[in-house]
Structure formats: C-alpha cells, structure tokens
C-alpha cells in the first residue's frame, strides 16, 4: 500500500502528533503548526479568532490540504471550513471531527452527493462521556443542596439558620439518551445511591411519558436529530415531577426552552443545569439568564484538558481501521447527519 497522506488541520500537541506517526509506517503525519491559529486554551480546536495568515502562509497551507487523504479537524470547526477542505482536496477519503456534534456541521456545509459519497467523516462521539456525566451530576448535585439558596446567602452575608438538604440515594433518575454519555451518567448515579431509568431515541415518547411522572431528576443526552427535536416538548415537561431537576448536555433543540422557563418560573421544577440551547450563543433576551434556579453554561461542559489526548486516541484507532479497510469507529450517516 502507498503512503497515506494525513493532513492535522487542528492544533495539536506535538507529542500527541508523535503519537499518530507511530500508529504505522504507511502513514505520512503532515502537522505545521504555525499556519493554524495559537490555540487559547487547552484543547481548544478553533483556536485564536484573531489569528489570520499571510499570502505566503495561505498558500502553504492550502497545498498542504490540497495533498491530503486524510485530515484531521477543520479551519474553524465551521460548515464553510469543513465545505473548503472537501473541494479543496480531491484525494479526500477521510475527514475525522474533533467534536460529537459533527453531523450538523456536515449538513450545514451543504456538501454535494457525490462528496458525501466520497468523504468518510467521523464524529468523535463518545469521548466526552466522562466530562459531561460529572458535569450532570454537579446539576444535580447543586440543586439536591440548594446552591442558589447558598450563593445568595453569601452575596448577602445572610447567616441563614439550620436546615436540611436532599440526599440522593433512593431517588430516580431518567437518563433520555443511552449512548456513552446517558451510560456514563447512569453509572455515577448508580455510585450515588440513585435509582435509574434510561430511555433509547428508539423507545418513542409514549416510554418517555410512562417514566417521567417517577423521575426526581432528567438528564437529556440525546443528539440533535429529526427523530429527536422537540421530543422534550410542553406535554412532557408538564408530566415531570414537582421539585424535579432537569439537566440537558444533549442539544438544546430536543427541548421546548419557553415551556421549560414556564415549570422553572413557577417552581414546578427545582431547578434546570444546561449546557446547551435552542440558540447559541444563548440570546441576552432569553429569561434563562434572569432564573435564580438555572445554570448556565456556554456549550462548554464537554471540554477538558484531556480532550486532545482523548481525540488523538479515537482518531490512531480510525487511522489503523482506515488502513485495514474496516468500519470508522463514529462515522457520520449522511443520510440523517448523525
């Protein structure tokens, strides 16, 4: 077999480039690290937004994608990066993505049927798991002990008298979405002493609306599909638990977001932790950022300073199946974009 091209169009540790070069022999790591933009902070893959290139640099940097069979990550984690580097590299047979979400990119670059046919894209669902599980167990952790009572106690210097606290074992948990995430926050909560329920895409509303009335706490992993959008809609809400928490590290569209302000507002539910939402950035007009009891994170929960290493893990492993002609770990349908 010839050599294989590989193109990091993302930054990237040199060690961890080290790594993909030892994978095996037949492959040919192309990594210049000065015409991607500095990365801001760890794991960062868009890098700095001020960053731009010379003519020479561009130059450069377009050949070194032109060349390329294999790529990992794209200029801005955009559509229109995405879109550039599939027209730009007709030997183009393997995209990998340094994000879960990739599909939705991939549908957005507006990619012709014969490049979707020609370009193999690999999401990297899955590596997130572990940071997005902790993060739905802070939610619901924060609002078992009644975080927004503690922090308005101290903007106001309030010694407040004793009182008790939720705890977590014996309670219920409804997990939407059992891929690695919804297992993975299924687990921890095990660890917790929590009961748990767990719902499949597959298992339709009519399984989601028999269990919600039980749950204590939801935590909704679930992609962005046409299957799943909306499926968190005014009726389902409406069926949770009064005093429950509602956690969301999916996409922010599977939820009806002005029903969810309406049970938050009028305390039918505790409290909502969500990383996630119909709009992002999340509007200044949006009276999520007005709710004592939510918390609101900017699409951020999933990052980790082990991301990279975690990405490069995923990508050597497609690279060695990519060689050997086997099924991608992760790869996209580009028929319903996920």
Do not use: C
């Not at 192309?30 to 003519?55: C, K, N, Q």
């Not at 962005?224 to 005014?234: F, V």
């Not at 922010?252 to 049970?263: R, T």
């Not at 497609?318 to 996209?332: F, M, S, T």
Request: overall charge negative.
């Amino acid at each position: 077999m010839s050599r294989v091209r590989v193109v990091i169009a993302t930054p990237l540790e040199p060690e961890l480039v080290d790594r993909l070069r030892a994978v095996d022999e037949r492959l040919d790591v192309a990594f210049e690290p000065e015409l991607l933009p500095p990365p801001r902070y760890p794991s960062d893959h868009a890098g700095d937004e001020a960053f731009e290139r010379t003519a020479e640099q561009e130059g450069r940097f377009t050949e070194l994608v032109r060349g390329a069979e294999v790529v990992l990550g794209f200029p801005r984690e955009s559509p229109a990066g995405l879109a550039w580097v599939v027209r730009t590299a007709p030997g183009l047979r393997f995209m990998q993505a340094t994000f879960a979400g990739a599909g939705q990119q991939i549908r957005a670059a507006k990619l012709t049927e014969d490049e979707l046919t020609r370009v193999a894209f690999a999401s990297s669902a899955g590596i997130h798991a572990t940071p997005l599980a902790e993060w739905s167990l802070f939610g619901i952790l924060a609002f078992s002990k009644d975080l927004p009572r503690l922090l308005d106690d101290k903007a106001n210097k309030h010694w407040a008298e004793h009182y008790p606290t939720e705890e977590l074992p014996g309670k219920t948990l409804l997990v939407v979405g059992m891929g690695s995430i919804g297992r993975e926050v299924a687990r921890l909560a095990e660890a917790f002493g929590m009961r748990v329920d767990g719902i499949r895409r597959a298992d339709g509303q009519g399984r989601l609306h028999e269990l919600m009335p039980d749950a204590d706490a939801v935590v909704v992993a679930l992609p962005l599909t046409d299957e799943t959008r909306g499926m968190i809609d005014a009726e389902t809400i409406a069926l949770m638990k009064r005093g429950a928490i509602f956690v969301n590290v999916g996409r922010g569209a599977v939820v009806d977001e002005e029903a969810l302000v309406d049970a938050l507002r009028s305390g039918h539910l505790r409290g909502a932790a969500l990383d996630v939402f119909a709009e992002e950035p999340l509007p200044e007009s949006s009276p999520l950022w007005e709710l004592d009891n939510v918390i609101v994170s900017p699409h951020t929960a999933a990052l980790s300073v082990q991301e990279n290493a975690r990405v490069v893990e995923r990508f050597a492993e497609n690279l060695r199946r990519y060689l050997a002609g086997d099924e991608l770990l992760g790869r996209v349908d580009t028929t319903v974009f996920y």
